[in-house]
């Protein structure tokens, strides 16, 4: 039977350590690797993996239209993928920016997208698709991604909305909400927890559906391990001793703009614009 993990990666939820020290070197895992930004890098990684035609360059093509389209079929993408799958080993593929709206300014329909995705892997002989989600506390995750948020968002025209603005959007109490309404559906909807685990639920099926809570995970690995090795029990991964990656140490200069977003985020009532999120990283951590 193949079987595949998808692991959507959120920004400082140790995605890099998991993309280049555990998955490559895990034992009973056919690592497919992660989309590269240039067909160039794509085709560099596929080599290395000794697969001549990786899945890698071919979703490059494809990943706008995997977002947003419900009726392309994708048929060159599976084929690459039929040629990649290892029947054996647990498929593992690993993408950061898949589930974030924003991604290189394309359509995104988030429901679709995974289904899309789900049904490219299966129509590719994956008979269970998994998906893994590595959840972290809140205003440290959008914190992790002030520099990209202000960056993409200054690149639409749009202003930060005040945090009276944002609430109005996220209780559906009417009023102006314009530039809000946008900002959440570009944005802020990217870290409402419980949204994106129904639209996970809906795509993979509950059961298959993996999540982690990143503090518990970074307290003890074997934690992933053991899910790795139940989807597939040939799979064994290894944690090397390196320094995680953490925004709060680089010391790259901080602009007004981007302290001014920092200082609203810490003003924010989490609380109140991402009611369930608390509920689902104690989960998360069980």
Do not use: C
């Not at 054996?88 to 593929?93: F, R, S």
């Amino acid at each position: 039977m193949t079987t595949a993990l998808i692991h959507f990666g959120l920004a400082k939820t140790a995605t890099t350590y998991l993309q280049k020290t555990v998955f490559p070197q895990a034992r009973g895992v056919n690592y497919l690797g992660k989309p590269f930004r240039t067909p160039a890098k794509a085709l560099m990684q596929s080599l290395r993996q000794r697969h001549a035609l990786a899945p890698l360059d071919r979703f490059l093509k494809d990943e706008p239209a995997l977002r947003s389209d419900a009726r392309k079929d994708f048929t060159r993408l599976k084929q690459q993928l039929r040629r990649a799958l290892s029947g054996d080993a647990l498929n593992i593929w690993s993408h950061e920016g898949f589930l974030r709206p924003t991604r290189d300014g394309a359509s995104f329909r988030r429901p679709l997208a995974l289904a899309n995705l789900r049904r490219v892997f299966e129509a590719a002989g994956s008979e269970q698709v998994h998906a893994l989600l590595i959840l972290r506390e809140t205003r440290p995750l959008m914190a992790s991604y002030a520099r990209q948020f202000l960056h993409e968002l200054t690149a639409r025209g749009l202003a930060d909305a005040p945090p009276e603005a944002l609430y109005a959007v996220r209780d559906a109490v009417g009023g102006d909400e314009g530039a809000a309404a946008r900002l959440w559906d570009l944005w802020y909807s990217y870290f409402d927890f419980t949204a994106l685990m129904a639209d996970l639920e809906a795509a993979f099926g509950a059961e298959h559906v993996h999540v982690l809570n990143y503090d518990r995970l970074a307290q003890d690995w074997t934690v992933l391990r053991a899910i790795v090795s139940e989807i597939h029990p040939a799979a064994w991964l290894d944690f090397p001793d390196v320094r995680v990656n953490d925004s709060r140490e680089k010391t790259a200069a901080i602009s007004p703009p981007l302290l001014r977003h920092l200082e609203m985020l810490d003003a924010l009532d989490l609380a109140r614009l991402y009611p369930g999120n608390t509920q689902h990283l104690e989960r998360a951590a069980q």
